[in-house]
């Protein structure tokens, strides 16, 4: 098993910035990879940005792409998710997710461990 913790959303304003970190904890060894998903009322929950742990390939969605950057400090098992240039559009609650399936990173379905989730609100 893999815990999970989450931290760093809030309320801003359009332009502005968050970081968001998450800890993971357990059975972190044979870990392939770390992401954050965001999920809106009403829609279903997608893909942000996601890191391999070993080699450190990171993949983002088009959509923050140029606005997000995703890191890792492999000492600490956190990765974090530097959110800049945000928009109303960007509000969602967001979750960090854990896998050791080897595969797309975009994938939702092959990340096995979940956080509680964060809310990011972006006001105009």
């Known amino acids: 098993q893999v815990q999970l913790v989450e931290s760093g959303g809030g309320l801003v304003q359009a332009g502005g910035s968050l970081r968001l970190s998450c800890a993971a904890s357990?059975?972190?060894?044979?870990?392939?990879?770390m992401g954050w998903f965001r999920q809106a009322p009403g829609k279903e929950r997608e893909f942000v940005a996601a890191t391999t742990w070993n080699g450190g390939t990171t993949y983002y969605a088009d959509s923050v792409k140029g606005r997000f950057t995703i890191s890792r400090d492999n000492a600490k098992i956190t990765v974090y998710l530097q959110m800049n240039s945000l928009k109303p559009e960007d509000t969602a609650g967001y979750y960090c997710a854990a896998r050791h399936i080897i595969g797309p990173l975009s994938n939702r379905y092959e990340y096995s461990y979940w956080g509680q989730g964060t809310q990011v609100t972006v006001s105009s």
């Open positions: 357990g059975r972190t060894f044979s870990m392939y990879a």
